[in-house]
C-alpha cells in the first residue's frame, strides 16, 4: 500500500534557556488536524521511553545468513585437488607460453607507439564531450545526496514513522519494528502534562528522526520539556519555515495487518505474572552476559502454585529464581523464542514501579506492560524473532473476530465515543447478537480504525493510515471462511470431557465428504491456556503442528468451546455430547 506523508517541517527540539519544546510535526494529509500542547511533568521519563520505543522501530532480530561449513569443506578438497594438478602439468606449459610471451612482446613493441597516439586522440574526445555534458556530475550529486540523507535522517531509509493518538484520557505512541515481530505502545495519561491549550483528538503519523532521537537525549532534569504536536511545523533558528517534508512509502502488507492481529491477540486472556525491577533486571543481565552459539535457544518459565518462579536458560542449562510469585491454579511451563528481544525494556529498569507479563500459551505470543506510573508502555513480542505477527495463528479468529457484524454501527459509535471497553460495546448494542457485535469489533481491527489498549482493557479508536485501507488488506480470508463452515459442523460430533487435572478435552470428528474424515482434538487447562491439539489433517501434519500454525479445523473448535468452558459441576472423566449440555442447560 503505497502512502504520501506530508509535514509541515521535520520535527525538532528547540530550546530558550531552560526551557525546551519537543515539537513533533503531524501529517499533514490527514482529515483530522491533531494539536496538542502540554508541560511534561517527569520529562527524563518520557525521554527513556521514546527513546525504548524508537529501539523498538528500528531494531531487526531477523535470522542472516550464515555460510556453511559444507561449502568450506568442499573448497578446502577442490584447492588440493588444483594444486596437485598443478604440480603435475604445469611445468610443461609454462615452457610453451614463455615462448609464445616472447613473440607477442616484440610484436607489441612495434605496436606500442601508434597505441599511444590513438589514446591521445580518444582522451582529446573525450574532453570534448565532457564540456557539454550535462550529466556529466550525475552520480557526484546522486552520492551526496544519499550521504546527505543518511547524516540528516537515517530513518528514512527503512524505518516507519510512528503513530501517535490524541485521546480524551492519554496521548499514546504506536510503533512496529522492522523484522515486525515486536510491537511497541507507549501510553502517557493527560495528568502527566500542565496542558496549554485545548487538545484536538485524532491519530496522526509523526516524523521521529534519528536527528530528533540526538536531541531528545539531552534532555536534563532542570529542564522544562513542553510537548508540542503543531500542524503548522516548527520554524529553524532565523525563524524561517522550511517548507514541506514529503514521504512517499510503500507500507508493507505485514505492517498494516500487524495492527489488527496485535490487537486481536491482546484480546485473549492468559496468564500475567508481575515482576518487580529486581526480577526483570536478573532476566536482561543474565541474556546481556551470555550469548548462546548453538540450539536449543530458549528461556523456559517454571510456575508451580504459591511458589517463585523458575526460568530455565537453554543451551546453558542455568536456572534462574525470582522473586515473583506465581499464583495461577496449576502448575505449567511456558517456553519463551526470540528472548534477546527482552532486552529492548532494559532502558525502563530503573525508571519502573513493576513489569506484568502476559503469557497466551505455547506457541503464541507474550505481552509486557512496564507501568511508570503516568506512562504506560506495552510491548508485544511474536511467537518467535523470524515470525511476525501476520505469519501462522490467525488470532482474530481466536477472539472470535470473523466476518463483518455490524461493522458500520461500532464504527460510528467509537468515533463518536473515542474508547469503550468490549462490554461497554455490548451493552450499547443489547439487542443485536454478541456474535455479530464482537464481528464489528474485530472489522474495526483489521481496517485499522482501532486497537485493543491493554493497559485500561479497552477500545480505542485510531485511524492508522492517512487514506482508506485496500479491501484485499481486511477481506475475509480463506481460513476465516473455513472456520465458518466448518463452525456449523463443530456441534454435530463434539464431546468434551473434564478430567481430574480440572482440564477441559474437546474433540470432533469433520466429514468433509463420503470418503474424507478429520479427527480434531484440544486441551484446555483451568487458566484457559491450549496445552495440546491435534488433528489429523495434512494441512495441521504439514506445519509446525501448535498453535502457531493452526488449521481452520483446530480454530473452529477453539471457538467453540468457549462457551463450555465456564460449565460446572461436570463429573471427572465423563464424556459428554452435546445433547447432555442441553439437557443441563435446560
Known amino acids: 500500500m503505497k502512502v504520501n506523508y506530508k509535514y509541515a517541517s521535520p520535527s525538532r527540539c528547540t530550546q530558550v534557556n531552560d526551557k525546551t519544546t519537543l515539537g513533533l510535526s ?49 573448497l578446502n578438497q577442490e584447492i588440493e585437488k588444483r594444486v596437485k594438478a598443478h604440480k603435475e602439468y604445469m611445468p610443461n606449459i609454462r ?5 609464445e610471451i616472447n613473440n607477442y612482446d616484440s610484436i607489441l613493441s612495434v605496436k606500442s607507439n601508434e597505441i599511444k597516439k590513438l589514446l591521445e586522440i580518444q582522451k582529446n574526445l573525450q574532453n570534448q564531450i565532457d564540456q557539454y555534458d550535462a550529466w556529466k556530475d550525475y552520480y557526484k550529486i546522486e552520492k551526496d545526496f544519499w550521504k546527505f540523507i543518511r547524516d540528516r535522517d537515517y530513518s528514512l531509509w527503512f524505518v516507519l514513522d510512528p503513530v501517535i493518538t490524541v485521546h480524551n484520557d492519554q496521548v499514546s505512541f504506536e510503533a512496529f519494528s522492522i523484522d515486525e515481530s515486536t510491537y511497541g505502545c507507549l501510553s502517557v495519561a493527560m495528568n502527566e502534562f500542565e496542558l496549554l491549550q485545548e487538545p484536538k483528538l485524532g491519530t496522526t503519523n509523526i516524523d ?12 536534563r532534569s532542570y529542564t522544562d520539556v513542553t510537548l508540542s504536536v503543531n ?18 512509502i510503500d507500507l508493507p502488507e505485514t505492517w498494516i495487518k500487524g495492527f489488527n492481529q496485535v490487537s486481536s491477540a491482546a484480546v485473549l486472556s492468559g496468564i500475567e505474572i508481575e515482576l518487580s525491577p529486581s526480577d526483570m533486571y536478573d532476566i536482561c543481565a543474565f541474556l546481556r552476559k551470555h550469548k548462546e552459539n548453538k540450539s536449543p535457544r530458549y528461556m523456559k518459565w517454571i510456575l508451580e502454585p504459591k511458589k517463585r518462579v523458575q526460568i530455565l536458560f537453554e543451551p546453558f542449562g542455568t536456572v534462574i ?49 512496564a507501568d511508570m506510573g503516568t506512562m504506560q508502555m506495552t510491548i508485544g513480542f511474536s511467537s518467535w524473532s523470524s515470525n511476525d505477527w501476520v505469519k501462522g495463528t490467525a488470532f482474530n479468529v481466536m477472539a472470535g473476530f470473523t466476518g463483518n457484524g455490524n461493522y458500520k454501527d461500532v464504527y460510528k459509535l467509537l468515533k463518536n465515543e ?27 481491527f483489521r481496517r485499522g480504525e482501532g486497537y485493543f489498549d491493554i493497559v485500561n482493557n479497552k477500545v480505542r479508536f485510531r485511524r492508522l493510515c492517512n487514506t482508506p485501507i485496500p479491501e484485499e488488506l481486511y477481506e475475509i480470508s480463506d481460513i476465516e471462511n473455513d472456520v465458518q463452515k466448518y463452525s456449523k459442523l463443530t456441534f454435530d460430533n463434539m464431546k468434551v470431557k473434564y478430567t481430574r487435572k480440572k482440564e477441559f478435552i474437546f474433540s470432533t470428528t469433520y466429514n468433509e465428504d463420503r470418503w474424507t474424515s478429520n479427527d480434531t482434538e484440544i486441551v484446555i487447562d483451568q487458566d484457559g491456556q491450549i496445552t495440546k491439539l491435534n488433528c489429523s489433517c495434512q494441512k495441521f501434519k504439514r506445519g509446525e503442528r501448535n498453535i502457531s500454525d493452526p488449521c481452520a479445523h483446530i480454530l473452529s473448535l477453539y471457538v467453540a468451546s468457549f462457551k463450555l468452558l465456564k460449565l460446572k459441576n461436570l463429573e471427572y472423566d465423563k464424556e459428554y455430547k ?3 449440555f442441553m439437557e443441563m442447560l435446560l
Open 26 to 74: 503531524p501529517d499533514l494529509s490527514r482529515d483530522e488536524k491533531v494539536s496538542f500542547s502540554g508541560k511534561l511533568k517527569h520529562p527524563l521519563l518520557f525521554r527513556d521511553a521514546m527513546l525504548m520505543l524508537r529501539e523498538i522501530v528500528i531494531s531487526d532480530m531477523s535470522k542472516k545468513t550464515k555460510e556453511r561449513p559444507e561449502y568450506f569443506e568442499w
Open 95 to 99: 615452457e610453451a607460453l614463455k615462448k
Open 208 to 219: 521521529f528522526s534519528a536527528k530528533l532521537e540526538e536531541e531528545m537525549q539531552r534532555f
Open 231 to 248: 500542524p503548522e511545523g516548527f520554524t529553524i533558528e532565523n525563524d524561517i519555515v522550511p517548507e514541506y517534508v514529503e514521504k512517499k
Open 321 to 369: 529464581t525470582l522473586n515473583a510469585i506465581y499464583n495461577g491454579n496449576q502448575k505449567r511451563e511456558e517456553k519463551i523464542w526470540g528472548r534477546r528481544r527482552w532486552l529492548v525494556v532494559e532502558k525502563l529498569i530503573p525508571l519502573s514501579n513493576a513489569f506484568y507479563v502476559n503469557f497466551l500459551g505455547f506457541g503464541m505470543p507474550q505481552f509486557i506492560r
Open 418 to 444: 473515542r474508547c469503550l471497553s468490549i462490554d461497554e460495546i455490548f451493552d450499547d448494542f443489547s439487542n443485536v447478537k454478541s456474535d455479530k457485535v464482537k464481528s464489528g469489533i474485530g472489522m474495526l
Open 578 to 580: 452435546i445433547n447432555d
